[in-house]
T-cell receptor, first 111, second 113 residues
C-alpha cells in the first residue's frame, strides 16, 4: 500500500463544508484511495473510494487530482456527528483488503 | 448497524489468562478480518480469513491465533495475556464484489489487569 499523509487535526464549523486533504504521492496505477472514519471508539465506517475519477455518494465527495498524488474528502455540510478520525488509505485491494490504517485526521466540528 | 456482530463487548481478565473473541460476519460475506487498536498503536491489522482459509497475516503475535468456521463465524484466541494486550479488537467482513468496503463490528474491549 502506498504511504498516505494527512494532517493530524482539523476544525470545521457546523453547517460548513469540511475539506480533508490526503497526500499519496507514491500511489501506483492500480491503487484505489479509500476513506474511512471512526467515531470515538466505534468500529471504523467506510465512506467512499475512488481510482482516478471524482466520486460522490450520500455521505461525501472524493476529489482526486489528475496526477493522483493527492485527494480531498469533502463533507458538504458538516454536523456535530461528523466529529471523528478520518483515515485515507491507498491500496490495490483485490481479494485481500487488509487495509493499513495510519493516524488519520481528527476532524472536530464546532457548533 | 454494520451487520457484523462481536462478542463479548467488554472483557476483563488477568495476566496469563486466555480469552476468545467471537465474530459473526454480515450474511453472505466470506472474508473476515481482525484488527487490534490500542492507544499508542492505532488500528493494526492482525489476520484475514476467506471462506475458512487464512488469506493474509499482519502483526499478529504467536500467542494469538484465529480461525474461521464452516458457518463463517470467526474466533480470535488470545493466550498468555499481558498488560499490553489491553485494546479494542475489531472484526470486519467484506463481500467478494471487489469494492474493497470493509464492514466493522463495534469491537470487543479487552482489559488485562
Amino acid at each position: 500500500d502506498a504511504k498516505t499523509t494527512q494532517p493530524t487535526s482539523m476544525d470545521c464549523a457546523e453547517g460548513r463544508a469540511a475539506n480533508l486533504p490526503c497526500n499519496h504521492s507514491t500511489i501506483s496505477g492500480n491503487e484505489y484511495v479509500y476513506w474511512y472514519r471512526q467515531i470515538h471508539s466505534q468500529g471504523p465506517q467506510y465512506i467512499i473510494h475512488g481510482l482516478k475519477n471524482n466520486e460522490t455518494n450520500e455521505m461525501a465527495s472524493l476529489i482526486i487530482t489528475e496526477d493522483r498524488k493527492s485527494s480531498t474528502l469533502i463533507l458538504p455540510h458538516a454536523t456535530l456527528r461528523d466529529t471523528a478520525v478520518y483515515y485515507c488509505i491507498a491500496t490495490s485491494g483485490g481479494s485481500n483488503y487488509k487495509l493499513t490504517f495510519g493516524k488519520g485526521t481528527l476532524l472536530t466540528v464546532n457548533p | 448497524d454494520s451487520g457484523v456482530t462481536q462478542t463479548p463487548k467488554h472483557l476483563i481478565t488477568a495476566t496469563g489468562q486466555r480469552v476468545t473473541l467471537r465474530c459473526s460476519p454480515r450474511s453472505g460475506d466470506l472474508s473476515v478480518y481482525w484488527y487490534q487498536q490500542s492507544l499508542d498503536q492505532g488500528l493494526q491489522f492482525l489476520i484475514q480469513y476467506y471462506n475458512g482459509e487464512e488469506r493474509a497475516k499482519g502483526n499478529i503475535l504467536e500467542r494469538f491465533s484465529a480461525q474461521q468456521f464452516p458457518d463463517l463465524h470467526s474466533e480470535l484466541n488470545l493466550s498468555s495475556l499481558e498488560l499490553g494486550d489491553s485494546a479494542l479488537y475489531f472484526c470486519a467482513s467484506s463481500d467478494t464484489s471487489g469494492r474493497g468496503e470493509l464492514f466493522f463490528g463495534e469491537g470487543s474491549r479487552l482489559t488485562v489487569l
